[in-house]
């Protein structure tokens, strides 16, 4: 298990793509902890975040920062 830090996405580049509100916190069953690319808050916690195969952004609870995966994670 790792940790991941997303990339805080500008409004003007979500370009129609969908977005997940994390809310106070996701937990999945095995994988890395995801941090907010804003505030730096874990918004996941266990998530397979680095094999999922959707382009989704994910919106931070805590700042309403909009976040995606890094290309390089």
């Known amino acids: 298990m ?3 830090v997303l990339k805080n996405v500008p409004e003007d580049k979500i370009l129609g793509r969908e ?3 994390t809310g106070v916190s996701m937990i999945g069953l095995g994988g890395d902890n995801v941090f907010c690319g804003t ?3 874990e ?3 266990d998530m397979p975040i ?5 382009n989704l952004l994910y919106r931070c609870d805590a700042c309403g920062g909009i ?3 890094p290309q390089d994670s």
């Open 50 to 54: 680095k094999t999922m195969k959707v």
């Open 2 to 4: 790792g940790s991941v």
């Open 19 to 21: 977005i997940m509100d």
């Open 67 to 69: 976040n995606e995966v």
């Open 43 to 45: 918004i996941m916690h």
């Open 39 to 41: 505030c730096g808050r």
